[in-house]
């Protein structure tokens, strides 16, 4: 077991609390320059008799639960190459023998945080894992990791510009919105990005200074399941005060410094 982690053991079962928990898997391997290690259980049967039904069944559920962890992988881990496994049996135990075989420095799975009777009844696959594990274990519960992401924090209906529009009529909207930033849009698509410290070069002039002129081309911009961490650093490097929030080409808001500090003091 070694510190940095670098060997992350992640279960999906393919729902969103395990998807929720892989990102934040990724987020530490990032960190890391570490690797993922993609686990998923298929669950095995078990007949009236108390002996496993080995049926074609298990080769069809393999093949499709393989075909997903790739497309997962794709999707959510496109700068790390992850090791892909799939296990037939118990859930726990299947997790304890692959954090075992596969030296994992940290196991990071999901946790549904159930309570009182449900818990009794069905166990917590997180708690066994939690009491036998051979290397530390991060739960993430269902929701908690949205925490961490621009899309909780950005805001969502941010005041815009257009390339042609006078510098002080923009900075009236900017004000009135207690905005600090405006993203420039031409026909739809981002263009720039106008702030108060673009718009204070032009003090003097801004009644017949278009946006254009002032607004900064190209700009860093962040997903909306870009994690706060990142988007804070790219503010801090770029010293900017906001940054356009895309999402498949198309502006979704836009995330400041304000924004992040706030996030973080919540969260304390």
Known sequence: ?????????????????????????????????????????????????????????????????????????????????????????DPAGAILRTAKQTAADLIVMATHGRRGFSRVMLGSVAEMVLREAPCPVLCVRHGEADKHLVARWMSSSPVTAAPGEKLSTVQARMHEGNFRCAPVLDRGRLAGLVSDHDLGKFFSSMERTEVRAAMTEDPATVAPTTPLHDAARILFERKVEGLPVLEDGQLVGVITSSDILRAYLEQD
Do not use: W
């Open 1 to 89: 077991m070694s510190f940095p982690f670098r060997r992350i053991l992640s279960p999906v079962d393919f729902d969103d609390g395990s998807l929720a928990a892989l990102d934040v898997a990724a987020r530490i391997a990032h960190q890391n320059d570490g690797t993922i290690v993609l686990l998923h259980v298929v669950p095995m049967v078990i007949a009236a008799t108390g002996t496993p039904l080995y049926v074609d069944i298990y080769k069809g559920q393999e093949e499709a639960a393989r075909e997903k962890l790739r497309e997962i992988a794709s999707q959510r881990l496109p700068e790390i190459k992850p090791e892909l496994l799939i296990c037939i049996g």
